[in-house]
């Protein structure tokens, strides 16, 4: 199995929904606002090949949405999928799975590209991964996640006949209960920030690696009360990071952060405040 770091570009956010409950002049410290509140975040997604199959866990928010629409994340840097995969050597048409945790739109909307007035599959020889349970929930959204859920970036998917379910009858287990996907590849399930997301738990050079995708967004998300604004479950998330984040620190898990705009990995130590980051690193510096 090879890993690589995909860059998706950057965006921002309202800082007092990316840490919740948690005061601003506490939280400027791990991810300073500008004037309007904004904070900076990555797309950061993971490139997978293995037995012959090179499988891209989420895809970012792609460019196919109005001026408008993203004008409301400040989109910026020189960072994108296509530029990252040519820097490995790989093109899009590549991809022959594309895995995503879950379907709010920063996590997939590079999914679906326009092609004239239709909306088609942006990897076009790719199989595409979600769940029944999570999927349900994003057609039938609620109000309070309505607008992440972006019809455009969802039906088209199972429109092309390349949609494709994980089936795991404990995806709401409150443990982060798991199931098999490949060989080395298996899928942690958390119901706190939406229904069903999917966390790939990966074994990489005698590692276990975890995707965090919304769960732990940063490491500045590892102590239990800092919980997204955007959670709908915030209690289960506290719950199911107390749990993952025991796991991670007693048996030496490396995380990979999907959002934060300049670390990618980190392993846990237990500090008199509880687990905390230890070592930040790069995944190629594995």
Known sequence: ?????????????????????????????????????MCSWATRSLLIETEGRLILVDCGMGDKQSEK????????????????????????DDITDVFLTHLHFDHCGGAI???????????KNALYWSNEDHWNWAVHPNPREK???????????????????ITN???????????????????????GHTDAMMLPQLQYKGKTLVFMADLLPSPGHIPLPYVMAYDTRPLI???????F???????DYILFFEHDPYIECCTLKETPRGIRADRFFKLSEL
């Open 1 to 37: 199995m090879n890993l690589y770091t995909i860059h998706c570009g950057h965006f921002k956010l309202d800082g007092g929904a990316m840490f919740g409950v948690v005061p601003k002049s506490i939280w400027m410290e791990l991810n300073p606002a500008d004037e309007n509140n």
């Open 69 to 92: 629409f993203f004008g409301y994340y400040y989109l910026h840097g020189e960072d994108n999928l296509d530029r990252s995969l040519a820097a490995y050597g790989f093109h899009r």
């Open 113 to 123: 590209k326009k092609d004239g007035d239709k909306l088609v599959p942006a990897f």
């Open 147 to 165: 607008a992440s859920f972006l019809k455009e970036n969802i039906f088209p998917i199972q429109e092309s006949g390349k949609l494709h379910f």
């Open 169 to 191: 009858k404990s995806s709401r287990e409150p443990d982060l209960a798991t199931a098999p996907f490949l060989n080395g590849f298996t899928i942690r399930f958390a119901n």
């Open 237 to 243: 998330t506290m719950t199911e990071k107390e749990a």
């Open 245 to 251: 984040l025991k796991e991670a620190l007693e048996n």
